[in-house]
Every structure is written in C-alpha cells, then in structure tokens.
C-alpha cells in the first residue's frame, strides 16, 4: 500500500493516496501499527494539498469571491448569497439577494452584492443592509484602499463616499462592467463602444481605449495589474 499511495501523490489521485494510507492506521491493521517514516511522510504530503468540496447549491453558481484575508468565500446564486467559512468548513450565513456579482471591500468589512433587486451593501460584523440601490440594470464596484463605491446604470456612473453614502461625482457614461484600479485614482468602465478610463478628482478627459469594442458587454474581461 505505501508504493501504491506514493505512486498515487505522484499522480495526483490525493484522495486515493489518503485511502490506502488509512489502511495502515492501527484500528485498520490486524498487525498493529506499522506506520514507519514513509507512512508519516506521504500523509504529510497529502495533506499539502487538501481540497474542500462544498455543498451542492440548488442554483448554479453566478459568482466567487473571497475576503482579503482567505477567510470567507462568498458564492452567489440566483436566490441567495452564502458565505462559506474556511475555518469551520461550512455556511457561515445567507443573504436573500440575486448574487450575479459579489465582491467584498478592501478591509473585508463590507460585502458588496449585485443583481435583479439592484445593489445592496451588506455590513459583515453585524450582517445587516446598511445601503442599497435598486434597479436590475445596476453594475458596482468597491475601491480596495478608500471608502468609495462605483455604481452604474443606464445614465452614467457615479461615485459614491461609502462613509456617509452621498454621492461624490458623476460621469455622463454608463458602462456594463466597472473596476478600479490598485491605487484607486482610475476607473475603468466597460460597454458596447470598449473600454474607458476615468481618472478620479481631476478635471481631465477619459481615456477611450482602442481595439477593445469587441469585449464582452455583460463580462468583465479586464484587469488592472498590482
């Protein structure tokens, strides 16, 4: 079994690997326990690779995303939003929204989720709604190092200070997707005409993009690096 299960990590088949390991545990033995060095050496390697298999979910999955730190997972279906705890392996909690897109704040305080009820803004240490706008056609996205909320619908973009949630600016462009990047002082909106750049509380043109009207109107296919 030990050049079995070794062949197995080889391969990959982890969960193979683990079955023929559990054979020389010594409730498994007739001969007592046998576990030599290469026993504990191939279930360390096992366990450099564990893999988790969440529950199955009733809807399909619409949208991932985990909080900063690796902690929670957030996975959206058409009925509700779950968030799944690493640490105790199981649904933390539920949320009762359409989960097309989820997505949490820089500090992974705040759980942004959006679809067919509009946007809402869920505070995680109490769980509660602490801001939401409605309307199917909505498109958001949370800054990572300053409290400021992007949202989008079919009459422009606009910035919102998720401190005292009043609206800051506007841009006369509405966009499908939104994302800013790293240092939080460009906004990059998509839609039907391709991309453009925003550049935040500065009086200077947007940056239209050429070659990328043929990008997805409904998928983010963009990203800025770190």
């Given amino acids: 079994h030990i050049n079995l299960a070794q062949q197995a990590i080889i391969d990959g088949?982890?969960?193979?690997?683990?079955?023929?390991?559990?054979?020389?545990?010594?409730d498994q033995s007739p001969n007592g326990d046998m576990r030599g060095f290469?026993?504990?050496?191939?279930?360390?390697?096992?366990?450099e690779d564990e893999h988790i298999s969440l529950p199955p979910f009733?809807?399909?999955?619409?949208?991932?995303?985990?909080t900063p730190d690796g902690n929670l997972l957030a996975v959206g279906t058409r009925d509700q939003v779950s968030l799944w705890s690493r640490k105790e392996k199981r649904v933390q909690s539920t949320f009762p929204y359409d989960g097309r897109s989820v997505s949490f704040?820089?500090?992974?305080?705040?759980?942004?989720?959006?679809?067919?009820?509009?946007?809402?803004?869920?505070?995680?240490?109490?769980?509660?709604?602490?801001?939401?706008?409605?309307?199917?056609?909505?498109?958001?996205?949370?800054a990572s190092n300053i409290p400021l909320l992007a949202t989008s619908d079919g009459n422009g973009t606009y910035l919102w200070n998720t401190d005292?949630?009043?609206?800051?600016?506007?841009?006369?462009?509405?966009?499908?997707?939104?994302?800013?990047?790293p240092k939080t002082n460009i906004l990059a909106a998509q839609n039907r005409d391709g991309i453009t750049l925003l550049k935040l509380g500065k009086e200077s043109l947007p940056i239209e993009l050429e070659e990328s009207s043929r990008s997805s109107p409904f998928r983010q296919v963009f990203r800025f690096s770190p």
């Fill in 105 to 142: 704040s820089g500090d992974g305080e705040q759980l942004l989720i959006t679809g067919r009820q509009g946007i809402v803004v869920i505070d995680l240490a109490s769980e509660a709604l602490i801001w939401e706008l409605e309307g199917n056609r909505q498109r958001a996205a949370l």
């Fill in 164 to 181: 005292t949630w009043e609206r800051e600016e506007s841009f006369p462009l509405a966009a499908d997707s939104l994302l800013f990047s």
């Fill in 58 to 66: 009733d809807t399909p999955v619409d949208s991932l995303s985990f």
């Fill in 38 to 47: 290469e026993w504990w050496y191939l279930v360390e390697k096992c366990a």
């Fill in 13 to 26: 088949h982890l969960t193979k690997a683990r079955q023929l390991l559990g054979k020389w545990a010594p």
